[in-house]
């Protein structure tokens, strides 16, 4: 057996990792590469391997870094089966057709071919298996698979793969717990060999407790200033628990004097998408909200049209403009933020990762300057950031996951730049005897 790595190594973006055994071909995801310049040039590069060779694709949740270059796949030749929960095929097929879309924008404006299109879309979301958490699949002679709940986002999992009677789990992305909407993680209780992520491999997340005292500080200070607070948030499960607590707030403290955007037409269809799969959420939301509206949208302003979009403007003080893309890197909030981040009395506020590269990143780390859509901008916008919104498991709880997999003889470590990989590999050497690693793009290692 061989498990060859093709993305997210010492990076956050692009996950594809590649196994071999029992005659067989496996891809665990196809990510989009984001951020740095180069990535659009990763992107449209050939694969490492031969698509037309893979019999199967494992889908553990929908974020367009693990899911973003399928239809690529598809359209150089993959034609065999792909594997996930319900919930994930779903929002697969809405983040793909969103990127076609923007992707065929793009591609008109800068006079260059799209990766791929609608029809690759369309084709590639025929090839798919739904499978229900803990429900486990023989996929192939001699290879059985099991996805159970990763507590990350909707319908999100970890993923146990047997192959030769070699057990593989990879986590894909951890869900940080607690989560306000899904369950925890599970645990995979046995294992040879751990694929675990390391976003935030060094860091321990601010108490969860404080997340709404720390949203209501910011809400409360832009009413002051009678400003405007921009979110860029992600389409799946951020934005639906910012609603949910911008609702929360709202119903304790009053917030009348508000207008409320949510300037997201992916989000929008996503929201709709929690609705339908509520046996996905947890069972305290289940119970609280049987019967109402838990995303608090009676509020809101969706805007679903670019015109309704551009008209957010002219709305009155203060206003709070969620709007994606999560990492600035694309999407609406580059508009706000053309219109909002030279004025002191605004701010922006971080409920995300921000990968090396983006937009995002740099107006995270200080920068004063920054140019969007050619223009220079001057940022004047208080810049806040609210750690425990985010949906990845930290260093603590990494570890933790990975200490109560037994019989562990490698574990390796991707989907984190490099030093955040290298100090979870260190706390876990201290918790277990597995040798960890760290792989490099290309790298592969045989069993």
């Known amino acids: 057996m061989r498990i060859s790595f093709h993305g997210a190594c010492r990076e956050v973006t692009g996950s594809n990792i590649l196994i071999e055994g029992a005659g067989k071909k496996i891809l665990l995801e196809c990510g989009m590469f984001q951020g ?24 553990c949740h929908a974020h367009l870094d693990h899911v973003g270059r ?17 919930p994930t095929k779903e929002l697969t097929g809405l983040v793909l057709d969103d990127t076609q879309k923007l992707m065929a924008e793009e591609s008109r404006r800068d006079n260059h071919p799209p990766l791929y299109v ?39 999992a970890v993923c146990e793969l047997v192959v030769e009677d070699k057990i593989i789990a990879y986590t894909s992305d951890l869900g940080n717990n607690p989560s306000l909407l899904l369950n925890p993680p599970e645990n995979i209780k046995k294992a040879d060999i751990v694929i675990c992520e390391s ?8 108490d969860a407790n404080r997340r709404k005292e720390k949203l209501a500080e910011v809400i409360s200070a832009t009413a002051q200033n009678n400003g405007v607070l921009l979110i860029p948030s992600f389409a799946i499960e951020r934005t639906q628990e910012l609603l949910h607590d911008i609702d929360d707030f709202c119903t304790v ?41 838990f995303l608090g949208l009676e509020r809101v302003h969706v805007t679903p049209t670019s015109q309704e979009s551009k008209e957010i403007e002219h709305g009155a003080n203060p206003k709070i403009i969620i709007a994606g893309s999560g990492m600035m890197n694309g999407g609406r909030i580059l508009h706000h933020a053309m219109d909002f981040l030279g004025d002191s009395r ?16 740099r107006l995270f780390e200080g920068d004063k300057k920054v140019k969007i859509f ?24 990494l570890v933790d996951w990975v200490s109560k997999v037994s019989e562990v003889k490698k574990v390796f470590l991707v989907h984190g730049e490099t030093e955040q990989s ?5 706390e876990i050497n201290k918790k277990i005897s597995a040798e960890v690693i760290v792989p490099q793009l290309g790298e592969e290692y045989s069993f």
Request: charged letters at 25%; one cysteine or more.
């Open 36 to 59: 740095f310049r180069m990535a659009e040039e990763r992107n449209y590069a050939p694969f490492a391997y031969n698509p037309a060779e893979i019999d199967a694709v494992i889908i």
């Open 70 to 86: 399928l239809p690529k796949l598809y359209k150089e030749g993959f034609r065999g089966k792909v594997y996930s929960t319900a």
């Open 118 to 156: 609608k029809e690759d879309v369309l084709a590639f979301m025929e090839l798919f298996e739904t499978l229900d958490y803990s429900e486990k699949v023989e996929i192939m002679p001699n290879i059985k698979l099991t996805l159970l709940n990763s507590g990350h986002i909707l319908g999100s």
């Open 199 to 206: 976003t935030y491999g060094g860091r321990v997340h601010e």
């Open 253 to 293: 403290s009053g917030c009348g004097q508000f207008n409320f955007y949510l300037d997201s037409p992916l989000a929008t269809k996503v929201t709709e998408v929690f609705k339908k799969y509520k046996e996905y959420l947890s069972p305290e939301v289940n119970r609280r909200y049987a019967d109402g509206d």
């Open 346 to 361: 605004n701010a922006l506020l971080f409920v995300g990762y921000q990968a090396n590269g983006t937009l995002g990143r």
């Open 374 to 397: 050619g223009k220079e901008i001057e940022v004047r916008a208080k810049i806040k950031s609210i750690g425990s919104y985010s949906a990845h498991a930290d260093m603590p709880q």
């Open 422 to 426: 290298l100090v979870l590999a260190r």
